[in-house]
């Protein structure tokens, strides 16, 4: 069963989050159609928005404590059984702490399980450095074979979790944002895995943005057409593979710009620059995001607001970086 974004349940997702949207919800689209479906987790439940899972499919449902390792060899088995199996951890421990297995596992054996990392970016705030994952997307794209989503609202979580599945590939789910984020998609659109989505046109600048923050990149770009300029803002929920041919098309704009909740190197703007280096010729591309940096922890808009991934820092920073003329 896919996924349907309408107005009323845009407001639904939104309310759950991106984990709460994901496994509450669209885990069991996504069983409908593909079966059966183990959900493991490290110290995980309810919190996490997996509460619904756990109650209506206890046989299916396995938490084996905090042991990320563990968690990817588990997940491992399982797969290797062919049953459809999705693994969950805080971000920056599923993507750290197991990337041996993740690498052994999913990218030298190509065993189709879907890794979820929650609260990635700045996700856990107070709990500070240790626990903020703004190099997980790096990671993971060094990774063979492996497939990278960050969604951009909680509905498109949900969506993604359907297509990890059904792809019967190794995926990464990338989530960020909390609960009641913005809901970027308030109708019904088709979520293909490795193509990009144009949320707004524009011809003078073309924005990359990746995860929620994809919010205050629309915002921004609102502001910047009232200083004249009019920014494209396009939806970049598949880091890897990259649409490439969907960056081609913006090969004529005054300005690239990346927008990311993760460092500035090897995610979303580092994938972007790969892209461009073996072009010809090609606008200057401004990357947004951590620019390689550690942080006094805070809650989500400082931290927000220090990486100057707010709507008017973005604005500001895109302002300043076009050309004159």
Same mark, same amino acid.
């Given at each position: 069963? %896919?996924?349907?974004?309408?107005?009323?349940?845009?407001?639904?997702?939104?309310?759950?989050?991106?984990?709460? %949207?994901?496994? *509450?919800?669209?885990?069991?689209?996504?069983?409908?159609?593909?079966?059966?479906?183990?959900?493991?987790?490290?110290?995980? *439940?309810?919190?996490?928005?997996?509460?619904?899972?756990?109650?209506?499919?206890?046989?299916?449902?396995?938490?084996?404590?905090?042991?990320?390792?563990?968690?990817?060899?588990?997940?491992?088995?399982?797969?290797?059984?062919?049953?459809?199996?999705?693994?969950?951890?805080?971000?920056?421990?599923?993507?750290?702490?197991?990337?041996?297995?993740?690498?052994? /596992?999913?990218?030298?054996?190509?065993?189709?399980?879907?890794?979820?990392?929650? +609260?990635?970016?700045?996700?856990?705030?107070?709990?500070?450095?240790?626990? /903020?994952?703004?190099?997980?997307?790096?990671?993971?794209?060094?990774?063979?074979?492996?497939?990278?989503?960050?969604?951009?609202?909680? *509905?498109?979580?949900?969506?993604?979790?359907?297509?990890?599945?059904?792809?019967?590939?190794?995926? /990464?789910?990338?989530?960020?944002?909390?609960?009641?984020?913005?809901?970027?998609?308030?109708?019904?659109?088709?979520?293909?895995?490795?193509? %990009?989505?144009?949320?707004?046109?524009?011809?003078?600048?073309?924005?990359?943005?990746?995860?929620?923050?994809?919010?205050?990149?629309?915002?921004?770009?609102?502001?910047?057409?009232?200083? *004249?300029?009019?920014?494209?803002?396009?939806?970049?929920?598949?880091?890897?593979?990259?649409?490439?041919?969907?960056?081609?098309?913006?090969?004529?704009?005054?300005?690239?710009? +990346?927008?990311?909740?993760?460092?500035?190197?090897?995610?979303?703007?580092?994938?972007?620059?790969?892209?461009?280096?073996?072009? %010809?010729?090609?606008?200057?591309?401004?990357?947004?995001?951590?620019?390689?940096?550690?942080?006094?922890?805070?809650?989500?808009? /400082?931290?927000?607001?220090?990486?100057?991934?707010?709507?008017?820092?973005?604005?500001?920073?895109?302002?300043?970086?076009?050309?004159?003329?």
């Amino acid at each position: 069963m %896919a996924v349907v974004i309408t107005e009323v349940s845009s407001r639904t997702y939104s309310r759950l989050g991106q984990g709460g %949207a994901l496994f *509450g919800m669209g885990l069991f689209d996504a069983i409908e159609e593909v079966g059966n479906t183990f959900l493991l987790t490290a110290d995980m *439940g309810k919190p996490a928005g997996m509460g619904r899972f756990k109650t209506r499919c206890p046989e299916y449902f396995v938490n084996v404590g905090i042991a990320e390792q563990n968690l990817i060899g588990m997940a491992a088995g399982i797969a290797s059984e062919g049953h459809p199996v999705v693994a969950s951890a805080q971000a920056a421990f599923i993507s750290m702490r197991s990337f041996e297995q993740v690498r052994q /596992y999913m990218g030298y054996m190509s065993l189709p399980i879907v890794t979820v990392g929650v +609260s990635a970016g700045f996700g856990l705030t107070f709990f500070g450095n240790t626990h /903020y994952a703004i190099e997980d997307m790096a990671l993971m794209r060094t990774i063979p074979g492996m497939t990278i989503l960050a969604p951009s609202d909680a *509905g498109q979580a949900a969506k993604a979790i359907v297509a990890a599945l059904k792809a019967q590939t190794p995926v /990464y789910i990338r989530c960020t944002g909390g609960l009641n984020a913005p809901a970027i998609y308030k109708s019904d659109y088709e979520f293909v895995i490795g193509k %990009a989505i144009e949320i707004k046109p524009g011809k003078d600048v073309g924005i990359f943005v990746t995860g929620t923050v994809t919010a205050n990149a629309l915002e921004a770009a609102r502001a910047l057409e009232e200083k *004249g300029i009019s920014a494209a803002v396009i939806d970049v929920h598949t880091i890897k593979p990259l649409d490439t041919a969907c960056i081609d098309r913006y090969m004529g704009h005054k300005l690239l710009v +990346s927008v990311e909740e993760h460092n500035v190197i090897g995610g979303l703007g580092g994938a972007i620059s790969e892209h461009l280096s073996g072009q %010809a010729e090609s606008p200057r591309l401004l990357r947004l995001g951590v620019k390689d940096r550690f942080f006094t922890p805070g809650d989500y808009p /400082y931290l927000i607001q220090q990486s100057r991934l707010d709507a008017i820092s973005i604005a500001e920073d895109i302002f300043t970086a076009l050309p004159s003329s």
